[in-house]
């Protein structure tokens, strides 16, 4: 962790101040505690998985659909691993009934899925395309035929071009753009989707899009322009909230998908448990805990100066627009950390070089992060429904010699992570639902194809989907509700 992330002693004493501890014997007397040896999820929770739409669709020019920022980065050379795109992808836009079919086998009884800007707005704003949006309706009809919820999450990453042209999040017209687009959307589609996620990881589109360079668009701003970009996106998911609530009909429900950064105890001592939720508000102050608070931490501020965000005090108010849910993706720790008698309450221990990890050299192996980060959640900001909207990962999937993919790996992985979950379930922390990433093998950002997260091996020549291993594991899971 940096220095920039130091909180001034008040703060600690505010943020200490937050929200009642979350304990096993509260939930025990309020009936919401599991009995002992019982390995069930609380009834009615909703099992899932998710895809985005860059990452499955393909069809990246059909009926009308316009460029986003991802299929100019993919044209850069030495931009992406294998030096792939998502034009065709795994083609789900043709095929998403034999995909709706996948989910059906598995049993899930949600799906989070993302709507392509560009094909609803190909330059972004102006006239909507109706055939870009008749997809989303065959999908969500398909979806809803099969008694699987629809959930729709209206920004993974794919901003549309021609809004990047004209400044992309650096401009607060993005963040407008965005709102009347999620307006149109749940006026369309609102009918029939109940839930619908703002922006999906604002963290990661951010910082690596305009911070390293490394994601579409592929900038590295100055850091006064990238601490705007950051409060462009709050603000966007601000402005959607309202947009939604207001152009839908009866009961939507609406809220964001942030990868959390999550601080872990290194020993779950009762101060370290404390610091840990002191460090995750702090990692997390120009994403969830602005959204969730409605202020910058006197921390962030501080340490940005004179790059500070310009903001007014109804921005502030826009961006914590009260949402009916938080949805996190849960993947790696974002770091371990001790109690500290010093300012800011905490001193952060760096991942040892030994420390597991999975295929991708990013997805250290912390199980406990999937219990840290919705008891968290929960305890700063007092939330009620939390959604894992992402967790999986990567494995090095080969067909083994009778066609099958033995992924004892993830099995292990969703399994480990799993327990975490139930555990924090099972104190009564309010999570409703688990989305596994990924349906299907897809494209992977940066890693092309090289890198597969599906339940669901696809061959890449022929298109052709065969289940692994883990889609059985996680079928059993989803028919007992309980972890096997
Ligand atoms: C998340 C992204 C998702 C996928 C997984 C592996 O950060 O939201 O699109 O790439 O990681």
Not at 174 to 194: C, E, H, M, N, P
């Amino acid at each position: 962790m940096s220095s920039s992330a130091h909180p001034t002693r008040r703060s600690l004493l505010a943020a200490a101040a937050i929200a009642p501890l979350i304990v096993p014997e509260v939930a025990a007397q309020s009936g919401t505690a599991a009995p002992a040896g019982d390995l069930s999820f609380p009834k009615g929770f909703r099992w899932g998985t998710a895809t985005s739409a860059y990452q499955v669709e393909g069809a990246t020019t059909a009926d009308g659909r316009g460029p986003s920022i991802w299929d100019s980065f993919c044209r850069e050379p030495g931009r992406i691993r294998d030096g792939s795109n998502g034009e065709v992808s795994v083609d789900h836009y043709h095929r998403y009934k034999e995909d709706v079919a996948l989910m059906k086998a598995l049993g899930v009884s949600t799906y989070r899925f993302s709507i392509a800007w560009p094909r609803l707005f190909p330059e972004g704003r102006g006239a909507p395309n109706p055939k870009g949006l008749a997809f989303y309706d065959r999908l969500v009809d398909e979806l809803l035929a099969n008694g699987i919820m629809p959930f729709a999450t209206l920004y993974h990453w794919d901003l549309p071009q021609a809004l990047q042209d004209r400044g992309g999040w650096e401009s607060r017209d993005t963040a407008q753009a965005f709102a009347d687009y999620a307006g149109f959307v749940a006026s369309k589609l609102g009918d029939r989707v109940s839930h619908f996620f703002t922006l999906n990881e604002m963290r990661t589109f951010i910082e690596l899009g305009y911070g390293n360079g490394s994601f579409a668009p592929g900038l590295v701003l100055p850091k006064a322009r990238l601490y705007q970009a950051r409060h462009h996106a709050v603000l966007g998911h601000g402005l959607a909230v309202q947009a939604v609530r207001a152009n839908g009909r009866g009961n939507i429900k609406v809220g964001m998908a942030e990868n959390i950064m999550t601080a872990l105890p290194a020993v779950e001592t009762l101060k370290n448990i404390h610091a840990a939720e002191l460090a995750t508000r702090e990692m997390n102050a120009a994403y969830l805990t602005v959204m969730l608070e409605g202020r910058y931490t006197d921390a962030y501020l501080a340490a940005a100066g004179a790059d500070a965000p310009r903001f007014t005090a109804d921005e502030l108010r826009t961006i914590s627009t009260p949402v009916d849910f938080v949805g996190i993706n849960v993947y790696a720790p974002g770091a371990y950390v001790e109690a500290s008698d010093a300012a800011p309450g905490y001193t952060a221990i760096p991942l040892p070089r030994s420390y597991p990890h999975m295929e991708s050299r990013w997805l250290t192996f912390g199980p406990d992060t999937l219990y840290w980060a919705p008891r968290q959640v929960a305890r700063l900001w007092g939330v009620k429904d939390i959604y894992i909207t992402e967790n999986g990962t990567s494995a090095a999937d080969q067909p083994a010699a009778d066609g099958k993919v033995y992924d004892i790996d993830r099995v292990m992985f969703l399994r480990q992570y799993l327990a975490q979950l139930r555990r924090a379930t099972s104190e009564g922390v309010p999570v409703r639902g688990y989305f596994v990433w990924s349906l299907l093998d897809n494209f992977e950002w940066l890693e092309g194809y090289s890198i597969r997260f599906g339940l669901h091996y696809v061959d890449y020549l022929t298109l052709k989907r065969t289940p692994k291993l883990s889609a059985s594991f996680y079928k059993k899971v989803i028919a007992r509700n309980a972890l096997v």
